[in-house]
């Protein structure tokens, strides 16, 4: 799904935390089953962490989240909850952004792929996940 980058803008639901991204207007999105996403029904897609952008004072209301391997960072909002992005284990150098958490209008095209967080190396290892968050 390879197109011209556009400026995407998102959050978490009280707007403490506020970012922009840059992606395809058409992106491809993992529906993960690990114990953490199968949880928050989390549907996400993968960016370099350099076309990742918090505004303002977000970091501020940031609180972080880690369990197994320690190496996802699992943000979320300390006044709402919500995790509008995350820095996952598939893609330590990249950023995954929270579909759901993009402000409506940029992307035209959402293609929902599933990724087997409970296998999660062999997932790892056949679903090419790791390039998604490459330049």
Same mark, same amino acid.
């Given at each position: 799904m390879e197109s011209e980058l556009t400026l995407h803008e998102g959050g978490c639901h009280c707007e403490k935390i506020k970012w922009r991204v840059k992606?395809? =207007? =058409?992106?491809?999105a993992w529906s993960c089953n690990c114990s953490d996403c199968s949880m928050r029904g989390n549907v996400h897609f993968i960016v370099p962490s350099s076309n990742f952008? #918090? #505004?303002g004072d977000s970091k501020d209301f940031i609180t972080t989240y880690t369990f197994g391997t320690h190496t996802a960072k699992h943000t979320f909002c300390k006044v709402c909850g919500i995790t509008? !992005?995350?820095?996952p284990r598939s893609n330590p150098d990249g950023i995954a952004?929270?579909?759901?958490?993009v402000k409506s209008g940029t992307l035209d095209h959402v293609e929902i792929k599933s990724y087997d967080g409970q296998?999660?190396?062999m997932?790892?290892?056949e679903t090419g996940i790791a390039? !998604?968050?490459k330049e």
């Open positions: 992606a395809s =207007r =058409r992106v491809v952008e #918090l #505004l509008s !992005f995350y820095i952004v929270t579909v759901k958490c296998n999660w190396e997932s790892h290892k390039s !998604f968050s």
